[in-house]
């Protein structure tokens, strides 16, 4: 890939998630991952046993606040996306993304906070055919991620 793509997980509950998030980053030829909040960091057992060692060579990062790392790009001219169901949110599938960027994607249940949101150039979403609202986060960043790297 030719563009500058990062990742910002904040708030992930589950070691799974986290260790597909980067087996999927590995794939999608992802610069680097910034783990925030209470996201898990590696190394874990339960992070290994999705990322199947990916977190060994993906370069990553945690920082407790998110707000950190989004000024921090901000200031070096990287363009901040949210992958959220919100208001007047975007089809991922027709946006066309500036790079460089980072991606964001949210815990679980509560998704990507409203004062996160505030600071992202554009809310992009995956349009939901079915009853269910949301999908799981590692599937919907696999989604979104190959999105954005297209």
């Not at 990062?61 to 001219?77: A, G």
């Not at 906070?113 to 150039?121: R, V």
Request: charged share 25%; net charge positive.
């Amino acid at each position: 890939m030719n563009h500058k793509v990062y990742v910002l997980a904040h708030n992930i509950r589950s070691m799974h998630n986290i260790g597909s998030i980067f087996r999927t980053s590995d794939g999608a030829g992802v610069s680097k991952i910034y783990l925030t909040g209470y996201s898990a960091c590696p190394p874990r057992k339960e992070i290994t046993k999705t990322a199947i060692g990916a977190e060994e060579f993906i370069p990553w990062e945690f920082y407790k606040n998110p707000i950190d790392v989004v000024k921090k790009l901000k200031k070096e001219k990287v363009h901040i996306y949210a992958l959220e169901r919100t208001e007047g949110g975007e089809s991922i599938f027709h946006f066309k993304p500036k790079y460089p960027c980072c991606l964001i994607v949210g815990n679980e249940i509560e998704g990507v906070p409203p004062e996160l949101l505030d600071l992202c150039d554009a809310k992009l979403e995956i349009p939901m055919r079915g009853i269910k609202e949301s999908l799981n986060v590692s599937v919907a960043f696999g989604i979104g991620i190959y999105a954005m790297t297209k």
